[in-house]
């Protein structure tokens, strides 16, 4: 595999942001293999983790985080990609960091919308018109 993207992710329109990392498959690897990424938490605490199965056609990787909070602009977090085996052995180790150039206090505290239909959070917006500012909850430094 080789690292071909890496960012933060932020959607403003539902409150959340993402670690979200790209690869690509450079060699066949054994039918049954997975990825294993385990993301720094922002906010502190144990790394966030997520699996993925990879297909034997399948070139392209995306590896996204489940959603983070406290990420600060300028600060590298660091990210570690496992390729392995079906039966568990490691093929490969990635270890790289994600930097954001925003900190995550531009998102609302809470989303925009809500629903299929992307209608407006009542919680969010005043009289259904004016965005109200919700203080977004605290991270230490």
Same mark, same amino acid.
């Not at 997520?50 to 406290?70: G, H």
């Not at 919680?123 to 430094?141: A, H, Q, Y």
């Given at each position: 595999?080789?690292?071909?993207?890496?960012?933060?992710?932020?959607?403003?329109? #539902?409150?959340?942001?993402?670690? =979200?990392?790209?690869?690509?498959?450079?060699?066949?690897?054994?039918?049954?293999?997975?990825?294993?990424?385990?993301?720094?938490?922002?906010?502190?605490?144990?790394?966030l983790t997520?699996?993925?199965?990879?297909?034997?056609?399948?070139?392209?990787?995306?590896?996204?985080?489940?959603?983070?909070?406290?990420v600060r602009?300028?600060?590298?977090?660091?990210?570690?990609?496992?390729?392995?085996?079906?039966?568990?052995? #490691?093929?490969?180790?990635?270890?790289?960091?994600?930097?954001?150039? #925003?900190?995550?206090?531009?998102?609302?505290?809470?989303? #925009?919308?809500?629903?299929?239909?992307?209608?407006?959070n009542p919680? =969010?917006?005043?009289?259904?018109?004016?965005?109200?500012?919700?203080?977004?909850?605290?991270?230490?430094?």
């Open positions: 595999m080789q690292l071909t993207g890496k960012i933060f992710v932020f959607n403003y329109r #539902l409150a959340y942001a993402t670690y =979200m990392v790209t690869l690509d498959k450079k060699e066949p690897v054994p039918e049954g293999s997975i990825v294993v990424a385990s993301f720094e938490n922002p906010a502190g605490g144990e790394p997520m699996e993925r199965k990879v297909f034997a056609k399948q070139t392209k990787i995306v590896l996204e985080s489940p959603d983070v909070t406290c602009k300028e600060k590298p977090y660091s990210v570690t990609i496992e390729l392995k085996r079906p039966d568990g052995d #490691l093929l490969q180790t990635i270890k790289t960091t994600v930097t954001s150039k #925003l900190d995550q206090d531009v998102l609302p505290a809470k989303p #925009l919308v809500i629903g299929p239909a992307y209608d407006k919680e =969010m917006f005043k009289d259904g018109k004016t965005l109200v500012r919700i203080k977004p909850p605290s991270c230490n430094s």
